[in-house]
């Protein structure tokens, strides 16, 4: 099966501008995750939708970071506008799995480096 | 709140056993094991959910002690493959399945 695809792969910005990363699941997981991963740490959940309804973005910087899941299949996470603290990777999961029962499947991820 | 990996660092040689713990200070539902090499996206081992179950494919394997809100990760006869970084994911009974990965435990094993 294809796995989670993500794009961009690099990315590099300067402070106060914005950025967008698109993500595609597996086909027929209902779950999709964006998690932040800052280098040296784990990865941190920004947004959980199941199909195309949140979930959880309770970690979510919504004054400058949207989401979205249209149709209940590709994602896009966007940043405006981007601040240092926000260079990262990006990573999206999906899973086939519900309720904490289902195994995470990782994009590449897309790495951001805000100047 | 974020499950508390250790040791954050250890160095085998290849052959050696290891250990890796976490703890959640939380009542858990889940407890998810991957594996993250420099670079790479995570990669999943095993899920393992209440019921103080215990998980293994080839010599990787888990514990998952729900009293204790703990899961074990168990390396037996490591080989140079297992390096990377290990983190255990918690999901905590009534979160609507919110997956909240640990520190991590970086792994190196050596000849």
């Known amino acids: 099966e294809a796995g989670v695809a993500q794009s961009p792969r690099y990315k590099i910005i300067e402070k106060r501008q914005s950025v967008a990363f698109w993500c595609n699941p597996i086909s027929g997981h209902a779950t999709l995750y964006w998690y932040q991963q800052i280098l040296g740490q784990g990865p941190k959940l920004l947004i959980q939708f199941q199909n195309n309804g949140v979930v959880d973005d309770s970690q979510l910087p919504k004054d400058r970071f949207s989401a979205e899941r249209l149709k209940g299949v590709d994602s896009t996470l966007k940043i405006q506008p981007a601040k240092l603290e926000d260079s990262a990777v990006y990573l999206c999961?999906?899973?086939?799995?519900?309720?904490?029962?289902?195994?995470?499947?990782f994009g590449n991820g897309t790495r951001l480096t805000v100047t | 709140q974020q499950p508390v990996q250790s040791p954050q660092a250890v160095i085998l040689r290849e052959g050696e056993d290891a250990v890796i713990n976490c703890s959640s200070s939380?009542?858990?539902?889940?407890v998810h094991w991957y594996r993250q090499k420099h670079g790479e996206a995570p990669v999943f081992l095993m899920i393992l959910l209440k019921g103080g179950e215990q998980k293994g494919h080839d010599k990787i394997s888990a514990s998952f002690n729900e009293k204790k809100q703990q899961s074990s990760l168990y390396l037996t006869a490591s080989q140079l493959s297992y390096s990377g970084t290990y983190f255990c994911?918690?999901?905590?009974?009534?979160?609507?399945?919110?997956?909240?990965f640990g520190t991590g435990t970086r792994l190196q094993v050596t000849l």
């Open positions: 999961a999906s899973s086939p799995g519900t309720g904490g029962r289902g195994d995470l499947h």
């Open positions: 939380k009542a858990l539902y889940s």
């Open positions: 994911g918690t999901v905590h009974t009534g979160t609507a399945s919110k997956l909240t």
